[in-house]
């Protein structure tokens, strides 16, 4: 959020408001210090809310969503007998989508197994899974904090196709959900 310009022309406004109002230059950065924090609140509870709701719609029941489910899947990768990352696929949600795509989801690298290729590993699974099954597209969201995950799908050939805000708050904070799709070669 602070590295978008709206953000910090809002703080910049409290910073100047608050010292032209009060005169004083520490009440100011003290008004400053406590729009931060706020807004760290905010963005902390809206990012908890996200992945709460994201997480319970379909990592409560991993078999109904992803193994019995048609078309779906989900794979685990893993070093010395533990699980140091995950992806799935699934149908998408949009029904204008169904029968043309799948969406990667759940993309997940342990931090100390990360930069080592497991993640673009999972991401190919996933592109020969829709691949094998007649697919054009995958699909997948991911937020603006996951630079990494941004970094790897756009190296791997997605393109970002939109951007949303999940919320009234998301969207006065800044916070954008990215969308993304790679069309599959070879498709029908």
Known sequence: MLKCPQAQLHFLGLFLVVLAASGS????LLALLLGLTGAWFCIWSLWNDYAQQFL??????????YLEAADSCLWVAEA???VVGMVGAVLPDDPSE?????????????????GRGIGRALCRTVIRFAQERGYSAVVLSTS???????????SMGFRRVSQRSPSLLASFLQFSVFYYRYEVPGSR
Request: aromatic letters at 4%.
């Open 56 to 65: 319970h719609n379909n990592l409560l029941d991993i078999r109904r969503t």
């Open 80 to 82: 010395e007998g533990a």
């Open 144 to 154: 603006m904090v996951h630079y990494s995950a941004q970094q790897l799908y756009e």
């Open 25 to 28: 230059l520490l009440v100011s």
């Open 98 to 114: 169904r029968g043309r795509t799948l969406e990667l989801k759940r993309m997940s690298v342990g931090r100390e197994h990360r």
